[in-house]
């Protein structure tokens, strides 16, 4: 059955997706592999997605954040030190099943804990912040030939900024104001008489009309439809989501359970629309750092450096926790407060880059990371190109 | 009173005297504070940026003194600049409007019951209104007089026309542009002649169909068709436009009389005369004296009214009327009464000269004691915004964005425009909507770092508190839309 048939079957009006899309032309690029990065922003806990429940530093340090197998838990054991946040139901069934793994105490090299300046290195692909314009993803999407890539996200990100062969694509605009900025407005309030008063009742009034999970079934929507630009034969190549709210310096048990669960129904919208094309996909979930080790008192955990890399799709060969575990007790921490980061982020995406795309891995780190001297590891993360 | 560290090197380091008690210190000792260059304290800038003009570009710097600044700036206005040149003029504007509604009058009287077709006035209405409303906000972003331009919008607000009916959603804009725009940097006479003659006014305050009820027009007429005399364009004339109140009922009917004939043509009782146009009718005209502000004033045609107007223009009611106004504008919401006094003294002893009483509120110490004194109008804050961003007006849906916050532009529904008090504006549900709309106006602003720009736009002004959540914004759209929600940004 062609691609096309079975697409009218499948998605009725979603047929002929990519022909839809203003920016794209309808070109068939010589790749069969489709990649989707997925950009956490606000620096996703790490430890909080997959918790080493078996340390007891890590309970410790945790305390009633802790997570941990078993019925009140909150968390399914991976495996004798790991265990996978509970909302993550989809991305485990995946990891039984080999499609997914994950790689923890992944950094940059800049060390920074802001926002900002990370976010700028995690998707400019330099070293420091501000010293390139252009992203590692729109470097990636030049060396393949008649590739092209899609952002369905408002703004085009600096991660996919620098390629001709990029198109954006919302399909509503997001009414909802999102829950960090809803928080961080009432803060730059806390002073001033008016606003503050004013700002009390406003917040009444959106308690009344919020729909606390539109932005989760956003997310999940944009992903259906990413795999469906993403699957047409003649589409993208690439395609960017990203993801707001991580940033849990307060709340973190019921916010994380509410953004994984979000993560988790985004993954799995890929995997439904991707079709037969999840066998090539890969799925990358990407932050900017990670958080403290500790608690911090407000029920919520204050910046940190190494945090989690969450790999799914037909290509990965997964089931497993990839990491150089360095631990979470006191005298291991990287200044005395984070997870000691073990994986260079540009090095793991270089290695799983060139494999996935099958190119090669020198090639591949001069393009998307020029100014870095890559230690490659972690080979066969991925299927390779050709394999199957 | 410690500056507090006011340090001119760039970045985040803006430590804020405290607004208390920096008011308190002005009250006590104000010729003090007049004595006191406004740059020492740090936030003259600010007020020269975006209280006395529209709001900061990121590249504005202002040199030296403040109040200089704001009156050189002047010398760059221009009343047509291209976005204005290749508007339609209201004369030919009005004159299409008026043929097609009448057509379309006419159809509907003779035509099938079945004609469903919809009126073509209607549309072309809008598609002036809508191309008068890009203009207005492209020359707003663009200017670099804008102190001029906010001039223009506050005369545009206090001889106000609203776009409630189709005719006048053609014609709104017009008025500004053909009225006002001329006339901001010369005799408030003129400025008042050229707005009450324009065709806008007219037809808004009905003045259009006030017929004399001894004039030709009506003694010719049969009982049957309604003509009489309408208060409507006298009764705002005296109560907002100019004296401000104060003047007895008699007085209004007086203007009314005298103002009979003013008219505009086309219109439905004056269809034979070129339409568009203003048009003195004697026929319509009530004929005799009129008594009005203590004076009288003989039969003179189109004069007579002229007359009054000029003479009304010089009022000392219209006087502390306009400079109430001004100083509510450019200093507080309860400006102080010394500064209004002062003010109105400038402009009965210039006869009216518009620049002399700018030169007299810019050079106003009152004006340079607060900071961030007043809220911003939905208008105000929208032209901010997009000139901090410098997103092109034409790819940002602003119009739905004002209507949202209650502001739609050029339909307040009242002669009396819209209200100049933070109350107006300041309430949970806007204050939400500005939120949003600041999340959108970032996604469309791309990749800007607000912590750079924040200091350059709010110079002095920036509160640590602000510039840390800004800093510490989850991503880069984020920490714009904080910026543009800021208690610093959110008044000028």
Known sequence: MSMIGRREVLAGTFAHAALMLPGIRLARAETERRLVVIVLRGAMDGLHMLAPYAEPAYRTARRQLALGPGEHGGAVKLDGLFALHASLVRTAELFARGDALFVHAVASQYRSRSHFDAQDVLESGALRPYARRDGWAARLVNLLPHGQALSLTPVLPLLLRGSAEVATYVPYADEQIPEDLLNRVGAMYDGDDLLHDLWIDALEIQRMADDRDSGGRRLQHLAGLAGHFLADDRGPRVAVLESHGWDTHTNQVVRLKRKLANLDSAVAALKSSLGAEWSQSLILALTEFGRTVETNGTGGTDHGTASTVLMAGGAVRGGRVIADWPGVSPRTLLDGRDLKPTTDMQALLTMVVSEFFGLDPGLVGRNLFPDSRLALSWQGLVVGRGTL | ?492
């Open chain 2, 1 to 492: 009173m410690p500056c507090g560290g006011c340090s001119p090197t760039a970045g985040l380091s803006h430590v804020l005297v405290p607004f208390r008690a920096v008011a308190s210190e002005v009250e006590m000792a104000s010729e003090a504070a007049a004595a006191m260059d406004s740059a020492t304290l740090g936030y003259g800038a600010a007020i020269a940026l975006n209280r006395f003009g529209l709001g900061a570009r990121p590249r504005d710097r202002v040199e030296g003194s403040s109040q200089a600044w704001v009156l050189e700036c002047t010398l760059a206005y221009r009343a047509r600049p291209p976005a204005a040149a290749e508007l339609e003029h209201s004369e030919p504007l009005l004159g299409r409007f008026l043929e097609a509604q009448h057509k379309f009058r006419e159809r509907r009287r003779a035509g099938a019951p079945g004609d469903v077709r919809p009126n073509p006035a209607a549309g072309l209405a809008a598609e002036a209104y809508s191309l008068q409303l890009q203009a207005r906000m492209s020359m707003a972003v663009d200017s670099s007089a804008s102190f001029v331009e906010r001039l223009v919008h506050f005369w545009a607000n206090h001889f106000a026309v609203s776009a409630d009916k189709a005719i006048l959603r053609a014609l709104a804009g017009t008025l500004e542009f053909e009225a006002i725009r001329p006339n901001v940097l010369g005799r408030f006479s003129d400025l008042l002649l050229a707005v009450e003659r324009h065709p806008a006014m007219l037809i808004y305050l009905d003045q259009a169909r006030s017929i004399g009820p001894n004039s030709q027009m009506a003694q010719r007429s049969d009982s049957s068709r309604s003509l009489g005399l309408n208060e409507n364009l006298a009764r705002e004339l005296l109560e907002l436009h100019t004296l401000g109140g104060g003047h007895t009922q008699e007085e209004v009917v007086e203007l009314a009389l005298a103002l009979t004939g003013w008219t505009v043509g086309g219109t439905k009782l004056f269809r034979q005369f070129p339409p568009g146009r203003f048009a003195f009718r004697p026929e319509a005209h009530e004929p005799g004296a009129r008594r009005c502000v203590g004076r009288r004033y003989a039969e003179a045609g189109e004069a007579q009214a002229v007359a009054i107007l000029n003479d009304l223009s010089l009022h000392p009611s219209t006087a502390h009327n306009v400079s109430l106004k001004l100083a509510r504008h450019f200093i507080a919401d309860d400006p102080p009464a010394r500064v209004v006094r002062r003010l109105a003294t400038v402009f009965l002893r210039t006869g009216g000269d518009l620049p002399a009483v700018y030169r007299a509120l810019v050079e106003a110490p009152e004006a340079w004691a607060v900071p961030l004194a007043k809220f911003k109008s939905p208008w105000e804050w929208m032209v901010s915004a997009l000139r901090a961003l410098q997103i092109p007006p034409h790819t940002f849906p602003f119009r739905s964005g004002l209507s949202d916050l209650g502001q739609p532009a050029w339909r307040s529904k009242s002669p009396a425009g819209w209200p100049d008090r933070k109350e107006a504006w300041a309430a949970p549900h806007a204050l939400l909507v500005r939120v949003r709309l600041a999340k959108k106006l970032a996604e469309e602003a791309g990749l800007r770092d607000a912590r750079v720009l924040a200091p350059g736009i709010l110079p002095g002004v920036l509160q640590r508190r602000t510039a840390a959540m800004i800093a510490g914004a989850e991503s880069a759209t984020h920490a714009l839309a904080l910026l543009l929600c800021a208690p610093e940004f959110l008044r000028r």
